[in-house]
Every structure is written in structure tokens, then in C-alpha cells.
């Protein structure tokens, strides 16, 4: 079976990360995705290193399952061969700054006008309109102005960005669900419409905890390391060899680890024996627990609390992450193959569906690789004529 996009038609214009990771997942899909690049040069992220037989693993990661046209966006006549694939497309999806596609001449009325049905998703770092709309912004500047650096990493220490590109593949994330709501809701009103995602506006919701909690006390959330802020055990303890992850803040959790550590006074401590009692004396419990939990290996407290009903799980390095043998299972890790790099391992997907599965089964194109086969398919332009535009540097 197909997957659940089957037939729907992308047209992107996204370049780097946020845009070409949503495209992504579209493709992931079902959906057939049209990658505009310049001719030439191409998306920046395919000189992003480490290199695969001189192939980008950067652009490998994020423009799988992809065709690839090259087109220069500035000439006169590239328009109408916009104009012509946006025609034929369900989506158009863009990740400039705010105003470039509109003076490029394919702003969101323009399109709108040869195809009133078009879901036009325009991603950005602050959103099309707002005091901020026309600052640049990538990855690392959402997430410091969205509030997530200042609660990541340890007291005391200097802000933390996280450990990938939340600021990006957040907003690639809500742009891909708003794009099939808008697709939803054009099943039954025939109208297409814009969709205008911030980068900004998604670091802010997904902080949504730490501001419910600011609103509700006033007080400054901070970074914890890798503690929850409400609940204890709840996070990350070393171990003789490692870290291990720890939920045990309920009731019946908490008793249950106190039985497997050999600590059953502890579930009756009027120190430990609560939550509350636990957070009022954190400080003190935080280092007997450190030294609990440093007597074993992360294996042994794995085997140890798994036979216990206690939640927990190692924290992998990316080695061991890709070595383990549930997410192999679930198919997290699929084989690809390149026309210049051969054989090559992909992440997969974690979007599964019974009846219509996705199916990764083409690596990131070359550059132009698709470019005679889309101009005649969606643009119905003939061999003459593809070969004018070719001449004249506009493909």
C-alpha cells in the first residue's frame, strides 16, 4: 500500500534545516516532493561535512525521498515555471525571510491566483508579521530568545542549547501538522490558505511547562541538570559505569525501588518517605542517592529495577543508541541506496500506519537529478523547450 500522502504534491523551497526536515516528513509520507534548488550550487547544506564519497551526510539526513530541479528564482522566466508547477502542487512550502518570495514574485497572493486550493506553509524564524519579522535567525537564536537555553544544563553554569536542532525541527514539526490540518480542512471547503509558522513561537510553546509554572509563582524557572522540577527521583543518577534515567515519584514506584536498593527504611523515612518529603530535603537526598546509585552498573540497576516494575532506561551514547536491538526492531535505522555513495544507513521514521505504511526507500537526490522529469510532468513544457531554459542558465 501507498503511504497515507500518496499523490499529493510538494513544491519546496526549503533550504538548510527547518524547511527541507518538514518537506521531509512530507515525503516520508507519500507525498511527491519537488526540491528548488539554484542551479549550480544547489541547497547550502549539501558543503556540510562529514562527507560520504563527497556526499553530504548533513543533506543526506534531511532530503531523502526527494526529486531535486534546480531553477534560478531571479530570472524573469523563472517565474512562469513556477507558476506552472505551482499549478499542479497541494503544497508550496517556503523557509525565507519574510518578504523574499513576494519580491521574487511568487508571494503567497500571486500563487494563490493560478491555485486558489494551494496550501502555502511559510516557515521563519519570528513569523510574517511582528517587531522581529525581518531579523534573521537560525537554530541557536530561537532557542536562546524562546527560553529553552536558560533552563538547560546545570545550576550555576553558563546556558546550554540543546543537543540538536529543537529551534529548527520544532517549528519543521508544527509547520508538517498545520499543513495537514490545512489539507483537512481543504477537503471540505475546497480553499487552500497560508500557513505562517515561527521558529520563536514554537521554542515559546514548547517551554510550556516552565511558563505555567512562572504564571503560576512568579518565580524565574532556572536550568536543573537533568531533575524535574516537581518530582523526585525523576531524572539521570551515575552509576559505576554510566547514567541511568530514574522515575520512581510515586507512591507505590517509590516502594518498589526501595525495595530492590535495599533501602525499604527509606519508604517509611519521614525524610524520603514522600514526594514532598523528598523535595523539602533534596539536598540531602540527592547525594545519598548519588552514592546508591553509584554501588552498581547501569546494566545491573537496568536488570535490577526492569524485574522490580521500577521505570528507568540508560542514557545511550549515540553508539550504543544505534546498536540496540528495540530500536532495530521498530525499524529506525533503514538502508538506502545512493547514485554516487553507494549503499547507505538512514534514520527512519517513527510515523507508522497499519493500512498505508511510509516507505524510505530513495536517498537525497543530486542536484537536478529531477529537473527534465518534473518540468514535463507538472509544467508539461516539451524537450525544446526544456532544453531553451537549460541553455539560457535558468535550470
Known amino acids: 500500500m501507498p503511504g497515507p500522502l500518496e499523490g499529493t504534491k510538494v513544491l519546496s523551497f526549503g533550504r538548510m534545516l527547518s524547511g527541507p526536515y518538514a518537506a521531509m516528513l512530507l515525503a516520508d509520507l507519500g507525498a511527491e516532493v519537488v526540491k528548488i534548488e539554484a542551479p549550480k550550487i544547489g541547497d547550502l547544506a549539501r558543503f556540510a561535512g562529514p562527507f560520504i564519497e563527497k556526499v ?34 497541494d503544497i508550496l512550502l517556503e523557509n525565507f525571510r519574510p518578504g523574499v518570495m513576494e519580491r521574487l514574485g511568487f508571494g503567497y497572493e500571486a500563487i494563490r491566483r493560478v491555485n486558489p486550493g494551494i496550501i502555502y506553509a511559510s516557515l521563519s524564524g519570528f513569523g510574517q508579521e511582528g517587531p522581529y519579522a525581518q531579523r534573521p535567525a537560525f537554530d541557536m537564536i530561537a532557542q536562546g530568545m524562546g527560553g529553552v537555553m536558560s533552563i538547560t544544563g546545570e545550576p550555576g553554569r553558563p546556558p546550554v542549547r540543546l543537543g540538536y536542532s529543537m529551534g529548527d525541527i520544532g ?27 515561527a521558529m520563536l513561537d514554537c521554542q515559546v510553546a514548547l517551554c510550556e511547562n516552565a511558563c505555567a509554572r512562572y504564571f503560576a509563582t512568579g518565580e524565574v524557572p532556572g536550568p536543573l541538570g537533568s531533575r524535574h522540577p516537581l518530582f523526585t527521583p525523576f531524572q539521570a543518577f551515575p552509576t559505576r559505569d554510566g547514567y541511568v534515567v530514574l522515575v520512581a515519584q510515586l507512591p507505590d514506584d517509590w516502594k518498589r525501588f526501595c525495595e530492590a536498593a535495599g533501602r525499604e527504611e527509606w519508604a517509611a523515612d519521614g525524610k524520603y518517605g514522600s514526594l514532598e518529603a523528598r523535595l523539602a ?45 528495540h530500536i532495530h526492531a521498530r525499524g529506525m535505522f533503514v538502508d538506502v541506496e545512493h547514485p554516487q555513495a553507494g549503499g547507505l544507513k538512514v534514520v527512519g521514521t ?46
Not at 65 to 84: C, E, I, N, P, Y
Not at 378 to 384: Q, R, V, Y
Open 171 to 197: 517549528a519543521s514539526l508544527f509547520t508538517c501538522v498545520s499543513i495537514l490540518a490545512a489539507l483537512h480542512e481543504r477537503e471540505k471547503s475546497g480553499r487552500g490558505q497560508q500557513i505562517d509558522v
Open 56 to 89: 553530504s551526510s548533513y543533506f543526506l539526513s534531511i532530503n531523502r525521498g526527494k526529486k531535486s530541479m534546480t531553477l534560478d528564482l531571479k530570472r524573469k522566466r523563472a517565474r512562469k515555471v513556477v507558476f506552472r508547477l505551482a499549478k499542479r502542487a
Open 281 to 325: 530535603n533534596y539536598d540531602e537526598f540527592i547525594e545519598e542517592m548519588n552514592a546508591l546509585m553509584r554501588t552498581r552498573t547501569t546494566a545491573e540497576w537496568i536488570e535490577l529495577l526492569d524485574a522490580h516494575r521500577v521505570m528507568c532506561g540508560p542514557v545511550n551514547r549515540i553508539d550504543q543508541v544505534v546498536r540496540d536491538p
Open 350 to 395: 517513527p510515523m507508522r500506519f497499519s493500512e498505508t505504511p511510509c516507505r524510505i526507500e530513495k536517498a537525497s537526490p543530486e542536484l537536478g537529478e529531477h529537473t527534465e522529469e518534473v518540468l514535463s510532468a507538472w509544467a508539461d513544457l516539451t524537450e525544446e523547450e526544456i532544453e531553451e531554459l537549460r541553455e539560457s542558465g535558468i535550470v
